[in-house]
C-alpha cells in the first residue's frame, strides 16, 4: 500500500496572531515616524528661527531707535513700533510690513514667519544701549488674523496681559492667574515676557492639581526682586494664538543687546 503523505500548514489562530503582531509592529513604527517628522520639524524651524533673529536685530539697527523718547525706559518693555519708524526724521514714513516677515521680499500674502521686538532701555547703560527681545512666530493660513495693538493684524505680535500673583507650588515654582477676558492668551507651553525686567518664562501647566483654568505654573521661580512675595499684579507680554482660534504661533524668544 502507498504511504499517505502529510500535508503542513498553520492554522487560522496561528495566522491571525501573525497578522496581529505585524500590525503592533507597524503601529510602532508608525509611531516612530510621526514622531521623527516633528522633531525634524522643530529642530528646522528652530534653526531657521536664529537666521530670522539676527535680520531683526540688523533691521532694528537700521531703522533706529528713538533714544529720546519718553516711553523708553529701563524698567518697561516698549513694542517697536510696526506702523511709522521711531527715527523722528521717517515719523511720517510707515514701515513696509515685508520688513517683519522672512524672507522680507515684497510677497507678505506668501509669507509664514514673522517677528516683533520689546525694547527697553540697557540700567547698566541707558543712554547708549538696548535690551531687546525678539519674538519669532509661525502663521498658518493666509486669511489668519492676530490680536493687534490696534486691532486684527495680518501676523502675529506680542501683547500685554495682566496676572495675578497666586503663589508657589511644591516645586517653588510660580502660579499666576490670567487677567479676565484674556485666558485664551496664554495656554501650556507658551512663552511669556515679564514687563519689568524682560526674564523670559515657560508655561508648563495650566490648572494645577485642580486649580482654576486660567491659574498657569511657570518653569522657574519668579525672580522679580530675587525674593517672594512678588507684587500682586504683573504685566506680562505673549504672543496670543489666532483669533479664530488655534496653538500658539510663537517659535522661539531671544534676548540681545543693541548698542548705538
Known amino acids: 500500500m502507498p504511504k499517505r ?23 510602532f513604527i508608525g509611531g516612530t515616524f510621526v514622531a521623527g517628522v516633528y522633531f525634524s520639524t522643530v529642530s528646522t ?16 539697527r537700521l531703522f533706529g531707535v528713538d533714544m529720546t523718547d519718553p516711553n ?3 524698567n518697561q518693555q516698549k ?33 509664514q514667519y514673522f517677528w ?28 489668519t488674523r492676530y490680536v493687534g495693538p490696534a486691532g486684527p493684524m495680518s501676523w502675529p505680535v506680542p501683547m ?18 490670567i487677567e479676565a477676558g484674556k ?6 507651553g507658551y512663552t511669556i515676557v515679564e514687563n519689568s525686567t524682560g526674564d523670559i518664562y515657560r508655561v508648563i501647566e495650566r490648572g494645577a492639581g485642580g486649580a482654576p483654568a486660567n491659574e498657569i505654573t511657570l518653569d522657574k521661580p519668579w525672580n522679580l526682586d530675587g525674593t517672594y512675595p512678588v507684587p500682586p499684579t504683573l504685566l506680562v507680554w505673549v504672543v496670543p494664538p489666532p ?17 548705538f
Open 5 to 27: 503523505r502529510q500535508y503542513g500548514g498553520f492554522s487560522l489562530v496561528e495566522v491571525l496572531l501573525a497578522i496581529a503582531t505585524l500590525a503592533i509592529g507597524m503601529m
Open 45 to 60: 524651524e528652530r534653526t531657521m528661527a536664529t537666521v530670522v533673529v539676527n535680520e531683526a536685530v540688523s533691521k532694528l
Open 72 to 74: 523708553l525706559v529701563v
Open 79 to 111: 513694542l517697536f513700533d510696526y506702523q511709522v519708524k521711531p527715527n523722528p526724521v521717517y515719523a511720517s514714513r510707515p514701515i513696509d510690513p515685508n520688513e517683519f516677515a522672512y524672507p522680507s521680499t515684497r510677497t507678505l500674502a506668501d509669507k
Open 116 to 143: 516683533s521686538a520689546l525694547c527697553r532701555r540697557d540700567p547698566k547703560d541707558p543712554n547708549q544701549a538696548l535690551l531687546v527681545t525678539v519674538f519669532v512666530s509661525r502663521k498658518v493660513g493666509t486669511a
Open 160 to 177: 500685554p496681559v495682566g496676572v495675578a500673583f497666586v503663589g508657589v507650588d511644591p516645586a517653588g515654582r510660580p502660579v499666576l492667574a
Open 183 to 188: 485666558e485664551r492668551w496664554i495656554g501650556e
Open 243 to 259: 483669533i479664530s482660534g488655534g496653538g500658539g504661533p510663537c517659535i522661539v524668544v531671544y534676548r540681545t543687546e543693541i548698542r
